[in-house]
Nanobody
Framework: QVRLVESGGGSVQAGGSLRLSCTAS????????MGWFRQGPGKGREGVAV????????YYADSVKGRFTIARDNAKNILYLQMNSLKPEDTDMYYC???????????????????WGQGTQVTVSS
């Protein structure tokens, strides 16, 4: 069973950038789809971006298209989320997730992913 650990969160001003990392304890080479999700207090867990195992297929929520980029390094077992042009509404706890059984063809709901990290907080001030 893979263990996922997020890092890279923090506090930035609007317009700034952050890069989140998700380091896996085991191989992610066979993880057919990995993704980033976010959740604020009292809200459901929202899909942000997903990427398939080869890295060539990526899908984004409309709210982050053109600003966020998801990538993965299978050799290092790390998933990334580069976040640019951050807005106050991007403030949330961010989680990475993995599934090994099926590929993603869109940003799937959180219930589709069995493996999760503990989250890293991103705070964007205006």
């Amino acid at each position: 069973q893979v263990r996922l650990v997020e890092s890279g969160g923090g506090s930035v001003q609007a317009g700034g950038s952050l890069r989140l990392s998700c380091t896996a304890s085991g191989s992610i080479y066979t993880a057919r789809c990995m993704g980033w999700f976010r959740q604020g207090p009292g809200k459901g867990r929202e899909g942000v971006a997903v990427i398939n195992s080869g890295g060539g297929n990526t899908y984004y929520a409309d709210s982050v298209k053109g600003r966020f980029t998801i990538a993965r390094d299978n050799a290092k077992n790390i998933l990334y989320l580069q976040m640019n042009s951050l807005k106050p509404e991007d403030t949330d706890m961010y989680y990475c997730a993995a599934r090994y059984d099926l590929y993603c063809f869109t940003v799937l709901p959180s219930s589709s992913f069995p493996y999760w990290g503990q989250g890293t907080q991103v705070t964007v001030s205006s």
